[in-house]
């Protein structure tokens, strides 16, 4: 290529590449000697953003190898299912919080089995791209590990969903160890545990004493090594919660856990704000779809009284 340079034309010539991200650049027709110097090509050093076609349990922990955080959020029906999926969520937990949030109980632990698998087949028929997991509810596995098993069988083979999420450590190791040996990947769950919640009496956060923050982190590293994929840390101290993820290979996914986990999760209807009477430190609203649904509501029952609904456009 020529260039201009004093009026006269100037030849700039590439002789040769030195490496990958150097090259030397000559220039000709000058009234000195040849010039000669380098150019660097700085290459953007972080690492850009994988697409993943389909989510699976390998591509968590390959996602926190790469320092990529994990995006998490409920559902429970194939309509909202196919929302948060359509934007990309990582993974969709069909949690047994279906009990507070789709039939208005105060705890967790009515909600059944052939509940949860009837919500978890909704789910998994409006998905494509994330990873389908489903909580074990309260009362099928806590009897005895071939309960747990059976529990955990029927969630795979009648709602199609990808793994179950257990709650507990110790106490549950080897209903664990039973449901990894039948092939079903396992997500974990330690802190506040919803299904304990009588046993604990409160929500307030777990583990800031010495002693429940060392059995935590116990806990955490016996699910590791009984080989849990992933494991959800609910309402604990942020630099505890840090701490495991740190100490552990697999993703650590937290909820008010801080930001020092390798990915968050949240309850789909309340961080889009449809429900209002819930209100904890760690939920942030990104919505205030209460209000605007109402407000919908409302106008529709207006224009209805009124005769306005339906149109002479809105009628064949």
Do not use: W
């Not at 000195?32 to 150019?39: A, G, L, R």
């Not at 664990?176 to 009588?198: E, F």
Request: proline share 3%.
């Amino acid at each position: 290529m020529n260039v201009s340079c004093e009026n006269k034309n100037v030849e700039l010539v590439i002789i040769s590449s030195v490496n990958k991200n150097f090259i030397c650049i000559y220039f000709k027709g000058l009234n000195f000697k040849i010039s000669t110097f380098t150019v660097q090509f700085v290459t953007n050093m972080s690492t850009a953003k994988k697409e993943y076609k389909r989510i699976t349990t390998k591509t968590l922990v390959d996602m926190k190898k790469n320092g990529e955080k994990i995006s998490m959020l409920t559902a429970y029906d194939y309509t909202m299912a196919r929302i948060v999926d359509g934007s990309g969520i990582d993974v969709i937990l069909v949690g047994d919080s279906a009990s507070n949030v789709m039939a208005g109980h105060e705890t967790t632990l009515p909600i059944t089995l052939d509940q949860m698998i009837y919500h978890a087949t909704s789910v998994v028929r409006g998905i494509e791209r994330g990873l389908v997991v489903v909580d074990i509810p309260f009362g099928s596995y806590q009897s005895d590990p071939k309960e747990a098993l059976r529990s955990a069988i029927r969630i795979m083979k009648e709602s199609g969903a990808h793994a179950i999420k257990i709650e507990g450590g110790r106490e549950v190791k080897e209903s664990t160890k039973r449901i990894l040996n039948a092939g079903i990947p396992v997500m974990g769950h330690l802190g506040l545990t919803p299904q304990s919640i009588y046993k604990f009496g409160t929500y307030t956060v777990r583990a800031k004493e010495e002693e429940e923050a060392q059995k935590l982190i116990e806990d955490a590293l016996l699910l590791e090594r009984t080989g849990c994929f992933a494991i959800v840390l609910e309402k604990v101290p942020a630099k505890l919660a840090t701490e495991v993820a740190k100490k552990l290979t697999i993703p650590i996914i937290g909820i008010g856990a801080g930001n020092g986990v390798d990915g968050q999760v949240l309850v789909t209807h309340d961080m889009v704000g449809m429900t209002y009477e819930f209100n904890p430190r760690f939920l942030r609203r990104y919505m205030d779809l209460y209000t605007g649904m109402t407000s919908a509501f409302k106008q529709y029952i207006s224009d209805v009284k009124s005769g306005d609904f339906p149109n002479e456009k809105e009628q064949y």
